[in-house]
């Protein structure tokens, strides 16, 4: 008795040949495809590192599939989008069966549910197990409750996993969240010595993705000229070793600190390697948890990095999933402006966005803290329109996902924040250097020396005052 063949999609961040979609693949009758799609570089303008990071990666990964000799067909440089790629061969090889991860796109996921209904495919969309928390656990979770809190969420992740917890149940340490010692700025002389992050020597795959995008993306934003990014899972596994061994220790404190020309931080700089699949956030946590152990790091430390993985990053896909596609067209506040054209270049007189948007089109990278209370807090307190801003995030980040982008802007009014994180330019003085040789000053309100920040700060305040009397944290 004869097999059906099947396909077997693999998009670009899915890169692991432990997938759930590999399980039972069958080298005998099954195929891979993966397509190298122009569209995903150009439906937002997408920095130049961004997709290179994407190439390099998925033409190792694919050089890994031939290494073990699965039956593979990589289109590279494609014009067509991945769903009209997967149809074209579908219909030369008369395939009827479709098997993929469940896309971390809705776009990309509805447009394969689309696909299928059309080609009448029989269609097994798997669920992505690279996440603590299944969507159905996540619905389950949210049954019944007035409001949905990460903090809640994050307790019971830690319970459900048994992670960071003592041996009566209890949080270690005695409380769930260390937060509070995890907001210093860096001394005021500077954040000193940093152990920089693990460097990548570029092999022959990624030399050719790199001339390839230099010549065929040139009115793209960003640069190429410090690209460094890890592009296959043994890259990844030296990157998190490294980060643990010499990075992790100063992480905690310092997470929230933002100095001149220092991009990275103490920062693990390993969320791309998570999102392309490379590394699985349990191998992560894992490992932090070894280090905690074996250097007898704070827990503060190693608390605060768990909740950006366990809590955070699978909070914010569980609202994306529950809440798509409305959480796309969200508006609260019914911001109109249009983003401001210097996100693209970085040439603004204001030394805090200058530097974070610099590093941004240098890297394809800033941290949290960099985005949510500089660019993101200056986009919201502007009023720009917020699918504006969620574009230029997707484009310019290369470890952004359209599902991370929720919590900056409050566009969904409250449904997954209590407040809107907003600051002026006080806040950016506490937690940087950035002010210091600033034409704008931070504590002046009005007036051509006025920081633009705290301008649009009291005036949002003074427009929204019935909002934030109305909330205990705010009023």
């Given at each position: 008795m004869s097999q059906t063949k099947r396909l077997f999609l693999i998009l670009g961040d899915q890169l692991d040949l432990q997938s759930a979609a590999l399980k039972d693949f069958n080298p005998q009758f099954d195929e891979i495809l993966m397509v190298e799609s122009a569209r995903e570089s150009d439906y937002v303008w997408t920095h130049?590192?961004?997709?290179?990071l994407f190439l390099s990666a998925m033409r190792h990964f694919a050089q890994a599939l031939r290494d073990l000799s699965y039956p593979l067909t990589y289109i590279k440089e494609s014009p067509l989008s991945i769903v009209e790629a997967v149809k074209a061969h579908l219909l030369q090889k008369k395939i009827s069966h479709l098997v993929c991860i469940e896309p971390g796109e809705w776009r990309l996921k509805v447009a394969i549910e689309g696909l299928s209904a059309e080609l009448n495919l029989q269609l097994d969309m798997r669920e992505d197990d690279h996440f603590f928390c299944t969507h159905q656990e996540f619905s389950a979770w949210t049954e019944g409750k007035k409001e949905l809190r990460l903090e809640y969420f994050y307790r019971l992740m830690r319970k459900t996993h048994n992670i960071l917890i003592d041996a009566e149940g209890?949080?270690?340490?005695?409380?769930?969240?260390?937060?509070?010692?995890?907001r210093k700025p860096y001394p005021k002389k500077g954040p000193g010595i940093i152990d920089k992050p693990l460097s990548f020597t570029h092999d022959a795959i990624t030399k050719e993705v790199l001339e390839y995008i230099g010549k065929a993306y040139v009115e793209h934003p960003g640069s190429l000229d410090a690209f460094d990014w890890p592009v296959t899972r043994e890259q990844a596994l030296e990157a998190l070793d490294y980060f643990v061994e010499y990075r992790l220790r100063n992480f905690g404190v310092y997470q929230d600190a933002m100095w001149t020309d220092t991009p990275f931080g103490w920062h693990s700089i390993l969320s791309s390697s998570m999102n392309l699949k490379l590394l699985n956030p349990r191998e992560v946590v894992d490992a932090v948890l070894i280090a905690w152990k074996k250097y007898?790091?704070?827990?503060?430390?190693?608390?605060?990095?768990i909740r950006q993985i366990l809590g955070w990053r699978e909070f914010v896909r569980g609202m994306y999933y529950l809440d798509m596609p409305q959480m796309a067209k969200d508006n609260h506040y019914k911001h109109t402006n249009k983003l401001p054209d210097w996100y693209w270049t970085g040439k603004t007189d204001m030394a805090c966005m200058k530097?974070?948007?610099?590093?941004?089109?240098?890297?394809?990278?800033?941290?949290?803290?960099?985005?949510?209370?500089?660019?993101?807090?200056f986009a919201?307190?502007?009023?720009?329109?917020?699918?504006?801003?969620?574009?230029?995030?997707l484009a310019i980040y290369v470890d952004a996902i359209e599902w991370v982008a929720g919590m900056a802007l409050f566009a969904n009014g409250g449904r997954f924040t209590s407040k809107p994180y907003i600051a002026s330019g006080a806040y950016i003085k506490r937690m940087s250097n950035y002010c210091n040789d600033c034409k704008y000053k931070p504590d002046i309100r009005f007036g051509e020396s006025a920081c633009p920040v705290t301008t649009l700060y009291w005036n949002f305040l003074i427009k929204h005052q019935n909002q934030f009397e109305a909330s205990p944290r705010t009023r």
């Amino acid at each position: 008795m004869s097999q059906t063949k099947r396909l077997f999609l693999i998009l670009g961040d899915q890169l692991d040949l432990q997938s759930a979609a590999l399980k039972d693949f069958n080298p005998q009758f099954d195929e891979i495809l993966m397509v190298e799609s122009a569209r995903e570089s150009d439906y937002v303008w997408t920095h130049k590192a961004k997709i290179a990071l994407f190439l390099s990666a998925m033409r190792h990964f694919a050089q890994a599939l031939r290494d073990l000799s699965y039956p593979l067909t990589y289109i590279k440089e494609s014009p067509l989008s991945i769903v009209e790629a997967v149809k074209a061969h579908l219909l030369q090889k008369k395939i009827s069966h479709l098997v993929c991860i469940e896309p971390g796109e809705w776009r990309l996921k509805v447009a394969i549910e689309g696909l299928s209904a059309e080609l009448n495919l029989q269609l097994d969309m798997r669920e992505d197990d690279h996440f603590f928390c299944t969507h159905q656990e996540f619905s389950a979770w949210t049954e019944g409750k007035k409001e949905l809190r990460l903090e809640y969420f994050y307790r019971l992740m830690r319970k459900t996993h048994n992670i960071l917890i003592d041996a009566e149940g209890n949080p270690e340490g005695g409380q769930w969240n260390f937060d509070q010692d995890n907001r210093k700025p860096y001394p005021k002389k500077g954040p000193g010595i940093i152990d920089k992050p693990l460097s990548f020597t570029h092999d022959a795959i990624t030399k050719e993705v790199l001339e390839y995008i230099g010549k065929a993306y040139v009115e793209h934003p960003g640069s190429l000229d410090a690209f460094d990014w890890p592009v296959t899972r043994e890259q990844a596994l030296e990157a998190l070793d490294y980060f643990v061994e010499y990075r992790l220790r100063n992480f905690g404190v310092y997470q929230d600190a933002m100095w001149t020309d220092t991009p990275f931080g103490w920062h693990s700089i390993l969320s791309s390697s998570m999102n392309l699949k490379l590394l699985n956030p349990r191998e992560v946590v894992d490992a932090v948890l070894i280090a905690w152990k074996k250097y007898s790091l704070d827990l503060s430390t190693v608390e605060g990095f768990i909740r950006q993985i366990l809590g955070w990053r699978e909070f914010v896909r569980g609202m994306y999933y529950l809440d798509m596609p409305q959480m796309a067209k969200d508006n609260h506040y019914k911001h109109t402006n249009k983003l401001p054209d210097w996100y693209w270049t970085g040439k603004t007189d204001m030394a805090c966005m200058k530097d974070a948007i610099g590093q941004t089109l240098q890297y394809g990278y800033a941290h949290h803290i960099q985005r949510l209370m500089v660019t993101g807090n200056f986009a919201l307190l502007a009023e720009v329109l917020p699918s504006e801003v969620c574009d230029w995030y997707l484009a310019i980040y290369v470890d952004a996902i359209e599902w991370v982008a929720g919590m900056a802007l409050f566009a969904n009014g409250g449904r997954f924040t209590s407040k809107p994180y907003i600051a002026s330019g006080a806040y950016i003085k506490r937690m940087s250097n950035y002010c210091n040789d600033c034409k704008y000053k931070p504590d002046i309100r009005f007036g051509e020396s006025a920081c633009p920040v705290t301008t649009l700060y009291w005036n949002f305040l003074i427009k929204h005052q019935n909002q934030f009397e109305a909330s205990p944290r705010t009023r």
